[in-house]
């Protein structure tokens, strides 16, 4: 979580594997989940930082990935991963939803 101002403006979750959404996993990847930035907080560069830590933290565990999934039809979302190097890495559906999913190259394959 992200304290500022004395209040939780942010959280991410990092998980080391996502099957649901990607399949089996072979330990070369690290999974974002809830990426939240309070509304009041929005337009700071929070959002930014949270994925440069993520980032940091996929490069320690040396896994050679990052990933993430999104609504689909969500085009200012997924333009905000893209413009943070995220590549799309295609799209799943799952009881109605669809996820798109998106993957940065961090570590050495």
Known sequence: MVYLEGRIVA????QTHDQVIWGED???ALYIHL???HRDFRGRGIGRLLLQWATERAV???RRFLR???WAENAALRS???KAG????GEIEL????SARYEKVVGEG
């Open 11 to 14: 959280t991410i979750t990092l």
């Open 26 to 28: 072979f330990g070369d």
């Open 35 to 37: 990426l939240v930035v």
């Open 60 to 62: 320690e565990m040396k």
């Open 68 to 70: 993430l999934d999104c």
């Open 80 to 82: 905000y991963y893209e």
């Open 86 to 89: 995220f590549s799309p890495h």
């Open 95 to 98: 009881n109605g939803w669809r």
